[in-house]
């Protein structure tokens, strides 16, 4: 485990802090010499500093989030009764992975909808005053026309 103070790799880092109820759980959620924590830090990219019932995970925003989540879901998983074993730290920090990509490619998808509809909407609305701009100035024509008679 590292410190999370340090930053990772001179990005931005954002720290994020868990506290657990249950003291017993802890020894087996942070593994035997902290072995599921090292596979976490590995997997998410993130620092993890554990003291007492808190844990500070600390990374860029994205990569903390998949941390705290895995861990989050893993200590779940144990207050059910359930065991951990590191295929399971394994699948969940991966799920989680592919749930956020999956994630980002549904909001790119709907900002790429977005702009195509701003650019029809954009379209249309200059083609309507084009339209308005001639039917002004052709009424406007008329009445000079009109009034000159």
């Given at each position: 485990m590292s410190d999370p103070?340090?930053?990772?790799g001179g990005r931005a880092t954002d720290v994020r802090r868990m506290a657990f109820d249950d003291n017993a759980l802890l020894a087996v959620l942070y593994g035997h010499h902290d072995r599921h924590l090292?596979?976490?830090?590995?997997?998410?990219?993130?620092q993890l500093s554990a003291r007492g019932n808190q844990l500070?995970?600390?990374?860029?925003?994205?990569?903390?989030?998949?941390?705290?989540?895995?861990?989050?879901?893993?200590?779940?998983?144990?207050?059910?009764?359930?065991?951990i074993e590191m295929a399971d730290i394994d699948a969940a920090v991966k799920q989680i992975k592919a749930d956020a990509?999956?994630?980002?490619?549904?909001?790119q998808k709907l900002?790429?909808?977005?702009?195509e509809s701003w650019a029809v909407?954009?379209?249309a609305l200059a083609e309507s005053r084009k339209t308005f701009d001639q039917?002004?100035?052709?009424a406007w024509e008329t009445l000079k026309r009109a009034s000159a008679a």
């Amino acid at each position: 485990m590292s410190d999370p103070a340090a930053g990772v790799g001179g990005r931005a880092t954002d720290v994020r802090r868990m506290a657990f109820d249950d003291n017993a759980l802890l020894a087996v959620l942070y593994g035997h010499h902290d072995r599921h924590l090292v596979r976490i830090e590995q997997l998410a990219n993130v620092q993890l500093s554990a003291r007492g019932n808190q844990l500070a995970i600390a990374g860029t925003s994205e990569d903390a989030a998949v941390a705290h989540k895995a861990i989050a879901g893993l200590y779940e998983r144990l207050k059910r009764g359930l065991s951990i074993e590191m295929a399971d730290i394994d699948a969940a920090v991966k799920q989680i992975k592919a749930d956020a990509t999956e994630a980002e490619a549904r909001l790119q998808k709907l900002k790429q909808a977005g702009g195509e509809s701003w650019a029809v909407l954009s379209g249309a609305l200059a083609e309507s005053r084009k339209t308005f701009d001639q039917a002004s100035q052709k009424a406007w024509e008329t009445l000079k026309r009109a009034s000159a008679a």
